[in-house]
Structure formats: C-alpha cells, structure tokens
RNA sequence: GGGCGGUUAGCUCAGCUGGUUAGAGCACACGCCUGAUAAGCGUGAGGUCCCCGGUUCGAGUCCGGGAUCGCCCA
C-alpha cells in the first residue's frame, strides 16, 4: 500500500522560534535577499537610508523598534516593483569612543596627549567601535532585517572621510564657514572642552555670591523715552543728583568683563529711593523682596519699561580693565550711529526678576545667551580670565576664578559700589574627574551659517511628510526657525579631522577639498595617508612662502552622519561636476537622493534630521528625504526608561527565542502609534504573539490538515462567480482588505495596517472558518467543498502576502506551504512575489453590509441565550431579530439560516419597522437637528419623550414628517432627522443596540428537550473519540446503557449520533472498549467505544 | 526657564471634523462550544475621560489656567 504523498506539509503546534531559523536558513541557501535585490524594479528606485548606529554599544529593544519599521516599508515597496538600496552603515567617530577608550586607558587631560600618544588613542578608538559587530549582525539578521552590512558605510573609512571634506569644501568655496567664538563648558586647569552629557552628572547644589552692584548712569546719556517718561510722573533726573541701574550676579569674577547690563524689554522696572544708596532702578517685582533682603525701605518714585532703556549708558564697575586688556579704544567709543560701543544697557528676553534684581550683568565671554546678545549688538568681548580659570585683571590677577570673588566683592565696598553681598543656594555643574567648578566659557570655534538659511530650511521643510505631523511644525520647525550657526569644530581626537590648513601667520586660510589637492599642495602623492589625528597633522606645506598646518580640532560628528546621502557613495566632485574617475559615484548618488523614507527615534530631530536637512539644503536647497517616521522612546513597564544602572533592559535576543522576532515586530507595528511612547513588557510580547500569529496559525493548520484528507484542486479553483455566497463574501472582505493595507502602508501607516490585519484575521477565524467548518469534511457536494477550499487558500495566501512585510517570517511559511506546492511557478519566496492588487468588481459592498448586520445580530443573540441560561445545545423555536435599515434586513432574511444554526434555534424572523410586536426608542438625529435648532433642542427631546413611539415608527417608515408640538411653535421633523431603535419584547430574552436587536423565544417543548440531549451524548462520544487519540476518519461501534429521557434522545435520535460520530453501529447492551458516562438531573447513560 | 508630546477600565492602548448609553485587547470572574481542541467563543464586573474655569442646546473632543510624566533645548 503505497501512502499517497501529502499535498501539504503537516502543520502542527506552532513553534515561531524554530520555524523563523528555518527561515532564515532558507533565505541564506537560496540568497533570496539578493534576489530581492536583483528583481526587475519597474517602478525605479524607493530610496531608503540607514541612519548609522555605533556598533559600540549592544543591540537593545528600542533597535528592534527602528529597525522594524526600516525594514516593513522597504519589503513593502519591493513587493510593489521598486529597487531598495538597502545599504547598512555605521557611525564610528565621536564622543561616547572616546571616553570609553579614555576610561580603558586611564587618559584625562587630552590637551596633553602628544602624538605618540594621539596615534595609539585612534587606534583604540578604531578598534573599539567594531568591537561588538559580530552581535550586530547576528541581531540583525536575525530580527528579519534586510540590510546589506557587507557594503555598509563607515564613517571612518578614508573614502568617507574625503567625501566629507569635499562637502566641506563646497560650503566654504560658498562662504558658508567661518570662524567665531563659541562658549563652552571647560574643566578649568586641564581646559578641556566636555560635552553636556559630562556635565549632566556633575550638577551639585551648592552656596554661591548673590551680589547686588550699582552700575552708575550717564545722565547725559538718558534715552528720550526715559525722559518724556519720568517727566510725566513728575520726576526731574538732573533733580536726583546720581542715579544707578542695580545689575545683579552670582558671579563677582565675570564682573571685570562686564560690557553690558541687561533688562527686559517688556518688564516693568522701578526709579526708587534708597535711604543707603541713593536712586536705583531695578525690577518693580524686585523692590519687596529686596527691601525685605537689604532691610531698608525703598520709596518708589517713577515706573519704567524695559525697554525704554536700551543704549542707556553707564560707568562699568572696573573700568581700568579695558586698559589691562588693551581695549581702551573700544571704552568710551562710538560707533558711526553715535552710539556707544559698550557699557550700556541691552534689551534681552532672557532676563527675569525672580531672583535678583531684574537687571543682567553681561559679561558674553561667560555664558552661551550672553555671547548671543553681544553679537547681536555688535560689543566686544573682555576676557578676564584665560582658558585656564585665572584672572587676567584686576587686584585678584592670577588667581583661580572662583577664588577671586571675595577680593572683588571687598575692592567694589570699598569703592560704594555694592549694594548687597548675600549667597544664594543653586545649583551649579561641577568636572566629577577633577571637582572643579564648570567654566564656561567662549572659544573660537568653526560655524556652519545655517542661520543664514532660515527661510529655505524653513521652505524645505514644507515639503517633508512627518510622522506624526506635529513635529514637523513643532519640535523641528522651531528648532529651525530659532536657527543657530552650527558649531561643526571640536577639540578632539577621534573624528573627521577639519580640512582648514592655516598660515602661520593667520593670515590666510585654506579648505582642502580632496587628498589629490591636498598631495598637490604638499608636493608628495597622500593616497595612502591616514586621513585620522595624528598623521594628517603632520602634513603641512608652504604657499607663498608661508607654512600652513592644520588646525586642531575634528569635526562635530552629527556632520558625519548627515554627509550619508554624498559620503556612502564617496561622492566627489568640483564645482557642480565629479572629480576625474568619480562619475560612476556621481551616478550612484544621484540614483540615491534624496531619500523617500527615513526612520529613528524623536531624539533625532536636533541629530540626524537636522544635520541631513541642514547639509541638503545649504548644497542642493532641498530636503534630504520625503517621508520620515518619527519613533517614540521604548520604556519598561512602568514607564521608565529602560537602563543598565537600573536592571530593566529587556535584551531582544531572548525574546527572538522565546516568541519569535515576528512577535516582537508585530507588538512595534501596532502597540501604539510609532511616535509615542511605547511600554514594552513581555507580557505584551506574548499577547502580540497569540492574539494575531496565533489566530492566523489557527486557521492556516485547519486548512491543511482537512486539504490533505480532501485534496482539493487548487489549480483549477471554481470561478468566484459560482462560489457560494459564504464565500463570496469573504473575497470581497479579501479585496477589501487589500485596499486597507495598501492604503495604509501608502501613507506609513504600519500601525492602521496591522489593525486591518488583525480584524481581518479574527473574522476569517471567527466567522468564515467558524461556520463553514462541515464544508471542509465529509461535504459531498464537489462543487460547494471546491469553492470552500478556494476561497479560504486564497484568502490565506492574501494574507501572507499583505503581512510579509510586517512578519517576513510566517508570511513565508504559509507561501512556501500553500503556494510553492500548488503552483510551481510562484515565486521562490513570499518576498519575491507581487504586491496583491485589489480587485473592485469582487467587492460587494451590499454583500459585505448584510453580512455586517449578520454577525451583530448573532453577537447580541449569543449574548440573550447567555443570558437565557439556556445552553446552546438545547434548540430553541424561535429568534426575533431586526437590524436599523432596509438592506440589513434583507440581509438578515437572506442569511436566516446562517443565523439558526449559528444560535441553534429553529426559526428565525425578521421583524420590519413599524411591526406590532415591537416598540420603539425615538431620538433625535443630533448632528443634523443640533445644527438646524440649537437652543430649541432641549424642548424637541422633551416633547419626543412624550410621543408614542409606535405612531412615529409608522410615520416614519412611511416617509412621512412627524409634526411636533413645542411650547413656542410647531415644527416638523422630516424622517432622517429622527432615529429609531428597536426595543426588546416582552416575554423573550432580548438584547438591543443601536437599531439591531435579537429577541430568543424562550419556550422549551419535548422534542426540542430530546434533541438537546442528543446533542450532549454527542459531545460526550466526540471527547471520547479525542481521549481514544482518533483521526478524525476513523470509524467506531458504539454500545450503550441509558435511562431517563437519555434512553428516548437515543432512540429517536439514534441514526444522526452515528452519522456525527463516525459510528458504524450502535447497540443497547452493556458497554465495552473505552468508557464514557453522563449523569446529571435527567437521567444517565453509558457508552463504550470500540475502533471499528 | 522655554519648546514639543502624553495623562481615558487593574495593565497596554483606540476614540475622525463637538452629538445620544466612552470602546478594544489582555488580565480577572462566570459561562458556552467542541471534527482547529493543552485551541476557540461569549457574558460580567471594572471609568470623577488628571484638575479647575470658559465657549456651546450639548465637551473625552474646542479655548484658558494648573498639576504630573517623558523628550529636547537653555
């Protein structure tokens, strides 16, 4: 006996884990990621970049969640017929390498590294950033992202390197860089430069001065504005004698390098008399706390606004310090406007009077909005101190910052200038590796003039598609409309070195577009040179007769990674045109820009979008990619972020093998939308895996294991036209489905994709598979078991199909089993095949909207037998249903059969609007009365409530109006301007929503008593088939005792127990084989089952 | 201090341009079903829609203020 070969592979349990590693094996010995790659694109290209990560770190859970939606849109639009360059990269310089290298080899002051030392620092450096890509590339592999890692980009390779200097190049050729200062945060003695995130944990709360300083005013110099103003209030100026404006500070050390004091603009500030210190003008919120503070009262004379001020002159408190710093010119000068070029009251928005006196010391060298409002009003800078913390000026020359504060505070009493000296507790940001206090303060610095593009940054923009919307206007679009000069210089080791060589002189500065132009300067080929510190330091060479060397610093590496789109392609060019053997790269990158999608976290607008956005616009003034997606940050279960310190990191690795990266992917598509936050647990994992995999899982095991008993024909299905109508109504829910998804994914909706998924999925498990079961098994009717099996096969391959970019994995394992079986010349991997296209003449929608009111009525008649207390198997005479409108009830007659069996009842009616048997609820159409009435509304309710409903109903269903009497009027309500819902009758168990109702009769005879019972011994048989371990085609004979009521359900009942049970025979004589007995209020019985 | 976003059932999340009784899944309890069966389905309980004020016939939804959490910037 030969066993005829299985059309399908046997579908058991479902083991994800097992089968994604399967999988995976398939793709790698078939390459099909290749393939994939290599398939006719008649659409062209669907441009995607990789924004890099450093390959430093491990791969976590919130790179699952990025790479999940890098991958889906690709897979998406491949299947479409695009081309995806899907080119890994890597980002490789920067900060976090440093300092762990730092750390390994116990390196702090890196001013001091020689370059032995800087040499073996990269080299570190170099070695360490790929220290954990082996892990990388497993995690991404094995999570089904398709990312081509063998061709990644590396922002360290020379190659990228020179592409960014060329990109450099062309912004300095345009003007576009210059040099300025920059303030910022220094570890005094060492003077090195840290980041924010070095100081982040540095902050501790300590006592610093809070000092109140009079600065004394020109009165020559009062603004007419100030005049008319204090003229107004009765008060003479000249009258006062002197008048100083009351500027406060933490920071007695910054005050020898004082240019300007600030106001407000807005605020109101106060002309007061103090008994101690003659006129002062401060903040009018100021004056209570400060005379509570300095204990004295002071009398209001005049009010003042902010801004009535500007360019108010005033004698600086250590005036002989532009004497010290050889700016004497610049004291006391004006400009060609005859203002003056310091010392003098500014306006800033940053000023507040909650602490101090509403008035801002300025010294700009110190502090970042300082330096801000110096440029803006075009003052120079007074450095009292150097880079090292010590004083250049005053008495407390040489001495460490913070120490100067008390000489200075004692030098400015005994000169009358205090008014106050008390301390204030704040907190302030402390170098944990040296526990100096932070100095900020301003270096000069190498900017980007971005905030000279505003306008097209601004522009360019618009054009970007943001997911979700709201950053585009808000996060980003502020950030670019509150543009600064970007500082692209850093003072470090292991980056993108600047390609500025400068004369020794100063005089002269060149950008070095190429590593030809820059062997052609130096005389001697460099191709083989490291473009890293030290050994590009080391080129230098001589232009008219001076020696040019390059400056020190490297390259902010957020430039480095929004230089992708040119430098992944070594893209180099002169002038508009590709350098000399660069054409196929200019090719390559023209192919490739800009982007069509882009996706990370939201931590990326001021990083990556911005340095892409900034990069593309200042070159080409356009975006650098069209759609991006916006991720939220991944947090544990309660909300905190997920971190080492704190032992809440979920690792991806375990949960790939414990549930199955499809699992983990499906939870990141529809969890929550992509830009909030999302709580991740396992929990969640698990839920995404049963609730969605499971269920399709399900349904997919169920087909194959009945197509392997029936083997259907699935080449030759039976046209759709034919099939009937159980099943025509699930192709069109198919084309349906089809559009949803495409739409959805058409607009990067993963998340409103996989909801359609998912619904879909429960129906077809719920309500197609649910009521069609006895189709697939012993259905003698060929025609009716052909279309069965048709219909649900195609439906299956649909959905591997749609879901394939969501959850690559069991998508090809059901088209390897269902298709690649049945039609040899299907595509070698779900991946490879044709995005469905939807087929609008399949779609009934009038099909679609009975079956609609079909399975709402049963949940409401499942939900009356619920409460009935009549189970299910007890058969019921009769259910009333009716449903809101014409067609649904058509549909319900339609389906009447449907339904009886689904509820097990015999009869089942459909009551129309206006029957006897029914009452109604009559309520107002809102949106359209609400419009048309308004205030009158709360009168049309009342007088409804009083009505009888029935008449209504029947006016209603007659088209005709309804007059209604309101205590002012009488008005009419035209038909679609009230609703009607069914209520439930009297005397049944009924259940009522919104216009559908399902009323069960609840009446119990003999017969149906019987049948009810039958159907328990059947139950009871079938568990005991299961318990034996039956197949589902195995035959038994039955022998049985029984009592009771059993004893007549078996007599009368006795041929369809066989027919349901596979029962070959069946005998009243004490039981043998396997046992089974049923006992309860109406009697017993006993069977015993023999394998026939 | 500023900007952006969140706050809805025990948990994770939906709720479109304001409209009648605010939903789903999970978990829990109870029940049903049984030829997909260590699966499936239903029902139930569970809500001051963060708070206060305003607009409106009507506010989870719009406006103002506040609280709180997260992210970014200073």
Redesign the pocket.
Known sequence: MVEEKKLFQEVG?PNFPKLEEAVLAFWRENNIFTKSDQKPAPKGEFVFYEGPPTANGQPAMHHVLARSFKDIFPRYKSMQGYHITRKGGWDTHGLPVEIAVEKKLGVLGRKSLNQEEIAEFTRQCREWVFANIEDWNYFTERMGMWLDLENAYVTYHNSYIESVWNLLKRMWDRGMIVQDYKVVPLSPRISTTLS?NEIADGYREVDDPSVYVRFPLKLETTPMAVREKLEAQGVRLEALGEVAILVWTTTPWTLPSNTMAAVHPEMEYALVRSPSAGHLILAREAVAPLQALHKEDLEVLAHLKGADMEWWEYTPPFPEVCVELEAVEAQGQRRPDGRPVMHFIALAD?V?A?DGSGVAHEAPVY???DLELARRYGTPLLFGTDEYGIMRVSKERGKFFKEADKGLIQDLKARGLLYHAGQIRHRYPFHDRTGDPILYFAKPSWYVKTSNYRAQLWENNEKINWV?P??K???F???LK?N?DWAISRERYWGTPLPFWVAEDGSEVICVGSVRELSALAGRDLSDLDLHRPYVDEVTFVKDGKTFRRVPEVLDVWFDSGAMPYAQWHLMLEGEKPMEGYEENYALWQRHFPADFICE???Q???WFYSLHAIATLLYNQPAFKNVICL??L?D?????MSKSKGNVVEPLPMFDKYGADAVRWYMFT???P???????E??V??AQ??FL??L???Y??FV??AN?DRPNLNQRPEVAIRPEMDRWLVARVQQLIQKVTAALDAYDA?GGG?ELERFV?E???W???RN??R???NEDALDREAAYATLWEALVTVAQLCAPFTPFVAEALWQNLVRSVEPKAAESVHLSDWPQANPALIDHGLLTQMGAVVRVV??A??A???S?I????PLPRLLVTAPSEEERVGLQHFANEIAEEL?VKQVEVLALGEELLTY?V?????I???K??????AI?AALAQMDSRAIARAVRAGQTVALELPEQTIHLAPEEL?L?ALSPEGYAA????GYLAALEVRLDEALRLE?LC??L??LI??A??EMGLK??DRIHLTYTAEGPYALAIAQHGPRIQ????ALSLRAQEPQGHLVELSDEEGAARFGLQKA
């Open positions: 349990e924010q940053f507040s909650e502090g970042a909005e979700p709201h950053i206007h808000g996060r679009g502020n950030w509150d600064v976290a939201i931590d607008t001021r990083g939220g940050h947090v279960e309660k909300g905190f972020k969890a929550s939308e830009g909030e936050q999302k709580r991740f647990s929990r969640l698990q839920e049963r609730g499971g269920t899982w399900n349904v095991s169920f294991l009945y008993l998340r909801k429960d077809l498990s719920n197609y598979v649910r079961r006895r697939f098994w012993k949940g409401l499942r939900s037998r619920a409460k207390g189970k299910t198997r007890m097990n609820r309520l107002p159409n809102l949106p009365l609400g419009k009435y308004g205030k009158q509304l709360p309710r609703l819902e259940e009522e929503e919104e009810g159907r328990d059947i139950r079938q568990q088939r299961k589902v085609s027919e349901e049970t596979l």
